[in-house]
């Protein structure tokens, strides 16, 4: 049981690129998470998706845009990237519907802009 | 919006000794948890806290929820290198059902 997949796992580009970074979850859940987390600042969230057909914006979005592909998938793309963006990125999954539910992580994305 | 605060932000200890985290908040979460993160790896959950004084145990890990549900705390018993990571509370609001606030997180280091 895979759980969460991210990919790559590693990334350097250079200012003004873009990317989308994927994620892929197997546990068939309902509501999806990007997040990104830069040395002590803990887990900041950038996109939401409650449930399939549905994203909603977090703490943290100017820069980002996402797609909720379907139930598995979801996306997160960076238009033009800028220095500030280097960060590792987290997307994270959980069940929806019911209070309490913890969230499953991904390995997460090292991404570097230059 | 509602913050968490992690205190203290880094910690380093000798393997055998006892260390207490806490997780602060002015507002009051539906549920929170805590999450330990090694390094190239992603959060995995320890423990939910659903209701106001509940304590958990897991092993040598004690976890605490405020009576009130705004602030909780991790205390660990005989420190092992194994526990060394970077400790994440979370918390859960009533008006949001799956969206989490985390905390900055605390770094443990359990020395040999």
């Known amino acids: 049981n895979a759980g969460v997949t991210q990919t790559p796992k590693f990334q350097v580009l250079k200012t003004g690129q873009s990317m989308t970074l994927q994620c892929a979850q197997d546990m068939n859940h309902n509501s999806m998470y990007w997040y990104r987390q830069d040395p002590g600042m803990g887990l900041r969230l950038i996109y939401y998706?409650?449930?399939?057909?549905?994203?909603d914006k977090g703490e943290v979005p100017n820069g980002y845009n996402v797609s909720r592909l379907n139930k598995r998938e979801f996306s997160l793309r960076l238009e033009s990237a800028a220095p500030s963006q280097t960060s590792v990125y987290f997307c994270?999954?959980?069940?929806?519907?019911?209070?309490?539910?913890?969230?499953?992580f991904g390995d997460g994305t090292r991404l570097s802009i230059l | 919006t509602q913050l968490l605060e992690q205190s203290p932000q880094f910690l380093s200890i000798q393997e055998g000794e006892n260390l207490t985290v806490y997780c602060n908040s002015s507002?009051?979460?539906?549920?929170l948890q805590w999450y330990r993160q090694e390094p190239g790896e992603g959060p995995v959950l320890l423990v939910t806290v659903v209701t106001g004084g509940e304590v958990k145990k897991l092993k040598r890990l004690t976890f605490q929820f405020g009576d009130a549900r705004k602030d909780s705390s991790l205390h660990i018993t005989a420190a092992q290198p194994g526990d060394t990571g970077l400790y994440l509370c979370a918390g859960e609001d009533n008006t949001n059902a799956g969206k989490s606030t985390f905390g900055d997180g605390t770094t443990l280091t359990v020395k040999p």
């Open positions: 998706s409650a449930s399939e057909g549905t994203t």
């Open positions: 994270a999954s959980s069940v929806l519907g019911q209070p309490n539910q913890p969230q499953h």
């Open positions: 507002s009051v979460f539906s549920s």
